[in-house]
């Protein structure tokens, strides 16, 4: 069984940070493009961070992510995180890793694309909160 096992969500204040992490059971996040997702309360689920397979690929992220967020993968332990710092209200939502099938670099579009991924999280709570 291909899954994901998320952990790291939780409430913190305006400013603060959280790490989440995902570990891939069942597949091996080399073959993988992998990407953080968010979806808030009464709205469609958006793309955060993802990259390709490959040591080299290049990171993408939302505009709401870029100098906040940053998303990392450690394929040796077939995990992968989001860093999450300076963290507003507006950052509150379910957030879901997933993974996509792709030993290719795929383009930015296709990278940030809800509906290419295939293996989802279970998504973990984060929120902001004074």
């Known amino acids: 069984q291909l899954q994901f096992v998320e952990s790291g969500g939780g409430l913190v204040h305006p400013g603060g940070s959280l790490r989440l992490s995902c570990i891939a059971s069942?597949?091996?996040?080399?073959?993988?493009?992998v990407g953080w997702f968010r979806q808030a309360p009464g709205k469609e689920r958006e793309a955060v961070s993802c990259?390709?397979?490959?040591?080299?690929?290049?990171?993408y992220y939302s505009d709401s992510a870029k100098g906040r967020f940053t998303m990392s993968r450690d394929n040796a332990k077939n995990t992968m995180f989001l860093e999450m710092n300076n963290l507003q209200p507006e950052d509150t939502a379910v957030y879901y890793c997933?993974?996509?099938?792709?030993?290719?670099?795929?383009?930015?579009?296709?990278?940030?694309?809800?509906?290419?991924?295939?293996?989802w999280g279970q998504g973990t709570q984060v929120t902001v909160s004074s």
């Open positions: 069942g597949f091996t996040l080399d073959y993988y493009a």
């Open positions: 997933a993974a996509r099938y792709s030993i290719f670099t795929i383009s930015q579009d296709l990278c940030l694309q809800t509906s290419s991924y295939a293996i």
């Open positions: 990259t390709s397979s490959g040591g080299n690929s290049d990171t």
